[in-house]
C-alpha cells in the first residue's frame, strides 16, 4: 500500500477519456465519488470526455453507454443512488457466454477499445473488484473504488457508504428503545450484512444494543436467554437485540456448506431474526418484536462524512490516471489516502475478528454476542 504523494506531469494535461460504471448493490456517495474523479480531471486536462456505462457491467458488456456533460455532475453530491444506474453481474459468471453465446469478457473489451478509453473507473464491492481485476488482467486500464455498506473490502479501512448505513441503522435502533422501554418487549433489529458483521458491531453500539449477533461469532440460544433473563433481573424492562442478516447459530456453523444448503431448503422463516423470535418466545416466555430496515440502509442523502471521503477518493482516482497509474484500488488507511494493487486485495474479505479490539471493547461494556 503506497500513501498518496503524486506531483502531476505536463505531459498528462491533454485529452483523457474516461469510462465510468457503477456494479452492484446501490449506495450513498456513489454519485459523490463519480463527481469527485470528474472534477478532479476536469480541473486538470485540455479536454475531457467522460462515458457513463448504463446498469453496470451490462453497459459495458451491451454497448450500453452515453457520452455525459457536465449537466450530468451538478448538483449530485448530496444525491443518493447512482445516476448510471446498477446491477449485479456475479464474477462467476464472467467467463459464462450469455443466452446468446456472447463472450461477455470479449465484448467489455471490444467496447473499450471502441471509445479508445484512457481508464475504465469502476465503482463497486468485492464482486465488482474482481472482475475489476479480471479486466486489468486482460489488459484494460482501471481504477476502482471501493463501495458497500458492508465496508467489508480488504485493503482499505472504510468504503464509502458505510458511515451513511450506520448512521441510518443506528436511528432504527434508536427509535426502537422508546417503543420497546413502553411495552416491556423484546426487539431484534435485523441489518444487513450477509458475510460480514460491521454494519451490524457499529449500529449496535452506537445505538446502545444488548445483544449484539454477527455473522463471525456464531451464537447460542442459551446465551441469548441468559443474558435477557440477567437484565429483567437487574430491572431493565426491554431488551434489544441488533443482528446481522446472516448471523448463524453455532449448530449451523458446524454444518458444511452442503449440509448448510440442504438444510436452507426447508427454512421456514423469512430470516434468521424470524427464527431467533420464535426461540425466544419458546424458551423464554418473552414478547418478542421483529423489525427490518432493510434497503433503507442502502438509501438515502450520503451523510457528510461520506461526501467528503467519497469526494476524496474520487480526487485521487483522477491524479492516478492523470499520471496514467492504472491497477489500483483507492483505498483509505490511518485517514491517508492510499493506492492498492488489485491483484492483492481483489477476492479477500475483510472480516470482523472475534479477537477485534472493538468486541472486546463492546463486551467490555456488557454487550452479549451470544457466544
Known sequence: MESFNIVMRKDCLRMKRIGMLTSGGDCQALNAAMRGVVKGLSENVDELEIYGFHNGYKGLIYGDYRLLTSADFSGILTKGGTILGSSRQPFKQMRVPDENGLDKVEAMKQTYHKLNLDCLVILGGNGTQKTANLLREEGLNVVHLPKTIDNDIYGTDVTFGFQSAINIATEAIDCIHTTAASHNRVFIVEVMGHKVGWLTLN????????????????????????????????????TILAVAEGAISKEDAKLSKKEYKEKMKNYPFPSVSYELAQQIREKGGYDVRVTVPGHTQRGGSPCPYDRVFASRLGSEAGKLILNGEYGFMVGIKNREIIKVPLEEV????????????????AKMLGICFGD
Open 346 to 361: 481483489a477476492g479477500k474479505l475483510k472480516m470482523v475478528s472475534p479477537d477485534a479490539s472493538i468486541v472486546q471493547e
Open 203 to 238: 449500529a449496535g453500539m452506537a445505538s446502545g444494543a444488548d445483544i449484539i449477533l454477527i455473522p463471525e461469532i456464531p451464537y447460542s440460544i442459551d446465551s441469548i436467554i441468559n443474558k435477557i433473563d440477567e437484565r429483567i433481573q437487574n430491572g431493565s424492562r426491554f
